[in-house]
């Protein structure tokens, strides 16, 4: 069975430009989930969606990010506009489901640069 | 709050070795979850075991196990007879059952097999 899928998997923008990151969760997995890596910060989780609807966003930087899940098979996470320090590696995870305690199963990570 | 220490930022061993990462938790909560993830260095994140606060049995997959001991809030996972495939950055991470938390990871623990 796939696993969940990201693209691109490598992101390359100039700063002040939009980013739309993809994400497929596994299939029959009611809840995903956006998270951010970086050196500094390890690990954070921006959004979480329960059956395609926005459950928690309070790990959402700013206004400049947004998310979307239009049905239960795709979701997006778009940064407009792009600054130097949104620079990190974007996952996605799903889980079967809805609750917060579920293994959150990853997909491989999506590595953006802003010039 | 909960709060997840990986107190070994980095290890090396030789190949063939065994080697124990450790992972301390707190919490004030009765119900929670803690889990092992594996990075290795292409990236993705790996779910590698997830383990109730009801149950303190050990757990063995092959080479791993998992020690499990509430009375000092660990969680510790040992590799034995390591191999070069085994390098990568592990993370500990936990959530409690109660309450909107969210699944804290810890700063996480490079391992590198020598050959």
């Known amino acids: 069975d796939a696993g969940v899928i990201q693209s691109p998997r490598h992101e390359v923008t100039e700063m002040g430009q939009e980013v739309t990151l993809r994400c497929k969760p596994i299939?029959?997995?009611?809840?995903l989930f956006w998270y951010r890596q970086t050196m500094m910060r390890g690990l954070e989780l921006l959004i979480y969606?329960?059956?395609?609807?926005?459950?928690?966003d309070s790990g959402m930087p700013e206004d400049r990010f947004s998310a979307k899940m239009p049905n239960a098979s795709f979701s997006t996470l778009k940064i407009q506009p792009s600054e130097p320090r949104d620079s990190a590696v974007y996952f996605c995870?799903?889980?079967?489901?809805?609750?917060?305690?579920?293994?959150?199963?990853f997909g491989p990570g999506t590595r953006l640069t802003v010039l | 709050a909960q709060k997840v220490t990986q107190a070994q930022t980095e290890i090396s061993v030789v190949e063939k070795e065994d080697v124990t990462l450790d992972c301390v938790y707190e919490?004030?909560?009765?119900?929670?979850?803690l889990f092992w993830y594996k990075q290795p260095p292409s990236g993705e994140l790996v779910f590698l075991i997830r383990r109730n606060s009801f149950d303190e049995q050990n757990e063995i997959s092959g080479r791993y196990s998992w020690n499990f001991q509430k009375s000092t809030s660990s969680f510790n996972f040992t590799i034995t007879a390591s191999q070069v495939v085994d390098s990568a950055v592990y993370f500990c991470a936990f959530i409690s059952n109660f309450g909107n938390e969210k699944l804290t990871f810890g700063t996480g623990t490079r391992l590198t097999i020598i050959p």
């Open positions: 969606f329960n059956n395609n609807v926005p459950i928690d």
């Open positions: 299939s029959g997995h009611n809840s």
């Open positions: 995870a799903s889980s079967l489901s809805g609750t917060r305690t579920d293994t959150q199963y």
């Open positions: 919490t004030r909560d009765t119900t929670y979850y």
